[in-house]
């Protein structure tokens, strides 16, 4: 797809022609990014062996550049139906700011750079990974899975998995139980985040032609496949305090967000009006980035916290 048509014109969206250095981090979808850096960062630092803090920092802006670079990447392919939908009509290809060769370019150069520089400086099993994830989520999320199947986020969500696991892997050079069970936890979370945004904004995804669950099976559906995934997520989120990755506050401190987070899918699930549903959905969604946030943070703080102790 070399060349995007998007029902927009430059006259009646853009602000200003040219891009602004502004325009090209938006590109990158810095708060997915944050996520990003952060859950990379904890498999950094919860890996076993020592890493050089300069290798260390390498390895992360090349973890953050590749996320970005994917984002460029979705944003140059998605500009369509980035164009048809509320919440993304003011991304910089939509407004005319950015042009779709552009935003193309710009996501190659920082493919190639990230894990080049990843593979290169610290090793290439980190690498790889990086360049898996790009892959996985240019072309199997965005052009393939995003505009044919509901199960879309379902598969598609291991592209955002892999952070944790890239890190461990630039500790260890390698992959280990530890760094699948993280890439586990952010996979399964990932269904149940992204039903809840798509409960609220399926009138969205239904102009821009994206076959989410709620528009292609139905609210209830939808509603359920939450249940049924938090229901799953939860005891995985608690299980690194059993195999040694997290201690007796990761336990403590997963199993009451656990609840948190299953008992709002339940309550999602039984309500009986569609302005409480939403209300639900909107507070399932807000929550869950502070779960998964959550848990990950426990995870660095108790490892931290046992590093200033030996």
Same mark, same amino acid.
Not at 225 to 239: H, R
């Given at each position: 797809?070399?060349?995007?048509?998007?029902?927009?014109?430059?006259?009646?969206?853009?602000?200003?022609?040219?891009?602004?250095?502004?325009?090209?981090?938006?590109?990158?979808?810095?708060? %997915?990014? $944050?996520?990003?850096?952060?859950?990379? #960062?904890?498999? /950094? +630092?919860?890996?076993?062996?020592?890493?050089?803090? !300069? =290798?260390?920092?390498?390895?992360?802006?090349?973890?953050?550049?590749?996320?970005?670079?994917?984002?460029?990447?979705?944003?140059?392919?998605?500009?369509?139906?980035?164009?048809?939908?509320?919440?993304?009509?003011?991304?910089?290809?939509?407004?005319?700011?950015?042009?779709?060769?552009?935003?193309?370019?710009?996501?190659? %150069?920082? $493919?190639?750079?990230?894990?080049?520089? #990843?593979?290169? /400086? +610290?090793?290439?099993?980190?690498?790889?990974?990086? !360049? =898996?994830?790009?892959?996985?989520?240019?072309?199997?999320?965005?052009?393939?899975?995003?505009?044919?199947?509901?199960?879309?986020?379902?598969?598609?969500?291991?592209?955002?998995?892999?952070?944790?696991?890239?890190?461990?892997?630039?500790?260890?050079?390698?992959?280990?139980?530890?760094?699948?069970?993280?890439?586990?936890?952010?996979?399964?979370?990932?269904?149940?985040?992204?039903?809840?945004?798509?409960?609220?904004?399926?009138?969205?995804?239904?102009? !821009?032609?994206?076959?989410?669950?709620?528009?292609?099976?139905?609210?209830?559906?939808?509603?359920?496949?939450?249940?049924?995934?938090?229901?799953?997520?939860?005891?995985?989120?608690?299980?690194?305090?059993?195999?040694?990755?997290?201690?007796?506050?990761?336990?403590?401190?997963?199993?009451?967000?656990?609840?948190?987070?299953?008992?709002?899918?339940?309550?999602?699930?039984?309500?009986?009006?569609?302005?409480?549903?939403?209300?639900?959905?909107?507070?399932?969604?807000?929550?869950?980035?502070?779960?998964?946030?959550?848990?990950?943070?426990?995870?660095?703080?108790?490892?931290?916290?046992?590093?200033?102790?030996?």
């Amino acid at each position: 797809m070399s060349d995007v048509t998007v029902p927009y014109t430059r006259e009646s969206l853009s602000e200003a022609p040219g891009g602004t250095v502004g325009d090209f981090i938006a590109l990158m979808k810095p708060r %997915v990014m $944050s996520l990003v850096i952060f859950t990379a #960062l904890v498999g /950094l +630092v919860v890996a076993p062996g020592p890493l050089h803090p !300069a =290798l260390a920092a390498i390895a992360l802006l090349a973890i953050a550049v590749g996320a970005g670079a994917s984002g460029a990447l979705n944003m140059w392919y998605d500009a369509d139906i980035d164009a048809c939908m509320a919440r993304t009509v003011g991304r910089p290809i939509p407004r005319g700011r950015v042009t779709p060769e552009e935003a193309f370019s710009f996501g190659m %150069v920082l $493919s190639i750079g990230s894990v080049l520089t #990843l593979g290169v /400086l +610290v090793n290439w099993v980190a690498g790889a990974l990086l !360049a =898996l994830t790009i892959a996985f989520y240019v072309i199997v999320y965005t052009m393939w899975l995003k505009r044919r199947t509901p199960q879309n986020i379902v598969i598609g969500g291991a592209a955002g998995a892999f952070p944790p696991m890239i890190g461990w892997a630039a500790v260890t050079g390698g992959i280990s139980i530890e760094s699948i069970l993280m890439f586990a936890i952010i996979f399964m979370w990932t269904p149940p985040h992204f039903w809840a945004l798509a409960l609220f904004r399926a009138g969205d995804y239904e102009r !821009a032609g994206v076959p989410m669950l709620p528009v292609v099976a139905g609210e209830k559906e939808t509603r359920r496949q939450i249940v049924i995934y938090s229901a799953l997520l939860v005891p995985l989120a608690v299980a690194p305090a059993f195999i040694g990755l997290g201690g007796i506050a990761y336990g403590i401190i997963s199993t009451v967000l656990g609840a948190i987070f299953l008992s709002l899918a339940l309550a999602l699930w039984r309500a009986d009006e569609e302005a409480k549903r939403i209300q639900i959905a909107k507070r399932l969604f807000g929550f869950s980035i502070l779960y998964l946030f959550g848990l990950f943070a426990v995870l660095l703080v108790e490892r931290l916290a046992a590093g200033l102790m030996n």
